[in-house]
């Protein structure tokens, strides 16, 4: 079956690309209205809520970027994942129900529409749309660069395909991300989010097993080479050290609810009451899905250090070494298929708000109504914004760079306060949501910009969200809160 | 005290350790050394040197930061649902993630003193008190909302008046 290996490949990559498209065409049937392409009709199932949540935080990171991490640094790097239970947490106590009752008593459609509700500030709703759009387009620039490149790897290793160009592979990838986008909106977005899911725990499962199999003695046999020869790598902190690990763990585990294409995912079940089941089927999809993430990482290294294995070009292919050396066959085309599966389910829901935003918030923000004829408006924004993500992606490394610190940190810290504490205090003002947001996009843009080195290798996600949250409180104590709208009001009493 | 200003301090605490951490010297390679033969591979390099310069300040952040989340979670629950079993509950929740912390925290100083730790679950003892421990120990509150779901985050009657609300609403808009 060896021989085979590089078409396995190909077909269960071309199978998954087949389902994404099919589901794009059953969605686009189903999308009637902006509702529908933006927010499903609020009519989503408890199932699929949970699988498109927990999808859509793992991005192709968690099978990419994160074992590589785990390979160039040990478990400092972990930190991200194992604060996934206090993320989730935070998410359902703080924000599912909340978000999900004024998405219905307002009939919102993103993130920013919930913002606007909860201030009255048509200027809380255009900065948050801004940061969105900023982050979209940085986010989804990371995302199709990863897929082409990707898709590049598999391709060149065939015969037909050898010579194949980055151009082409983000053409192709870009196509059917695009096609299924615009033509089933969120709709096909969470019903491949619930194909991507499914996909993405089964290679976790799948490459967890292969890899404690990979040394005779399992992961105590992998942690015995680590810690003969470096033993900081294998301890709880990895070579980065304590500050850079407990860093991550505030932004990412209290950062989580935080992000837009996660929390509009929560305005979308069916009912309330579905949330009860939601939270556990999210937070196991994640577990189950990320032990590939730290096992990939230990096992590579373990096997470089002990000179088992030839030392890789970069600390990114180490998934891929992996899968092509130690997986199946079968088993390495179930994971390339769940790496654009990780990909796609994260850059569709990015394609979303970013259409939301362009399409509903800002004009909304600025002119006090959305684009009339929203839905065709809003399909053709969803092409646009991903010509120019892969535009950026292809031609400007820079700028790819410059946005894509518009990711997670700068998520977490513009929104955290802004959503996750404005939803459950009423003494929350439009001014603290301001300058919450304008310090955490500041702090962020100079510190990219500046290329500033934190000490002890901290996030500046981490200080950005710090600080925001710190004026956000304070600003807001400072002043006297204006009364709040009767619905929300009452809604906030629950 | 109100939960917002026992958050609001608890960030002032984590924003002050921080800034000592950021005035305390860095030692030469605290956040990794390149290996000497292989590309793109760090190792630990002098981990009890960054330990010693920053005394206990990374322990004493981490608790803050889960009393944090413990706070945050707490602004959750409805503020007239929050009985004393819920408070009992929190009370315990936090205690067992403070003690997980202080196991893992703990484990890493002897590993540091000794250079020596035990393989337990696959991994050396901090490492899977962290992999397991600091994961399980909000895991706890993940469960505790699927089994406490109807008592304090969505009872029967707050589902009954966010649906008159909702009528309510509906009403007024067809009557405009």
Redesign the interface.
Known sequence: MEEFRQPIILAFVALYMGICIWVGIWAMRRTKSASDFFVAGRGLGPVVVSLAVFSSTLSGFGFVGGPGLVYATGLSSIWMAVCSALGYATGFYLVAKRIRMVAEVRDTMSLPDVVYARYGSEAARLLTAGTILLGVLGYLATQILAMALVLQSILSATEMFADISLLACVVVSSAVLIFYCVTGGILASVYTDLVQGIVMILAGALVVITAANVFEGGFAEASSVLLTNDGADIMPFGTLGVMASLSWYFMFGLGLAGQPHVATKMMMNRNLSDNRVILPMTVFGYLIAAMLWISVGIVMRALVLGDVQLPIGSADQAAPVFLSTYAHPILAGVVFAGLFAAIMSTADGFLNIGAAAVTHDIPKAIRGRSLENELFWARVATIVLSIIAASIALLSDQLVALLGAFGWGTFAAALVPVVIIGLNWKGATARGAIVAISVSLLINFALQIWQVQIPYAMSGGFVSMLTSMILFIGVSLMEKPKPLPRDIDRIMEL | MKS?HF??VL??I??GI?AY??M?E?PPG????QHTS????????D?GS??SA?GNA?YY??VA?IL??GA??Y????PHRRDAQLKLFFAVGLGFALFVWTM?YT??EA?LAT?E?N?AF???V??T???WG??????V???F??VA?RRY??PKE??A??DA??RE?KSEQEAL
């Open positions: 917002i958050v609001f960030l002032l984590i924003a921080t951490i950021f305390a860095q605290a956040t990794g050394l292989i590309n793109g591979l760090s190792v630990g390099g981990r960054q330990v920053l990374p952040f981490q930061v944090l989340a945050m979670l602004m959750g629950i409805a893992v484990g890493y590993y250079g730790s393989i696959g991994f050396p901090p490492t008190w962290m992999l600091i994961w399980g120990s909000f895991v509150f993940d469960l909302y699927v779901f985050f969505l707050d589902e008046a966010f609300l909702v609403i």
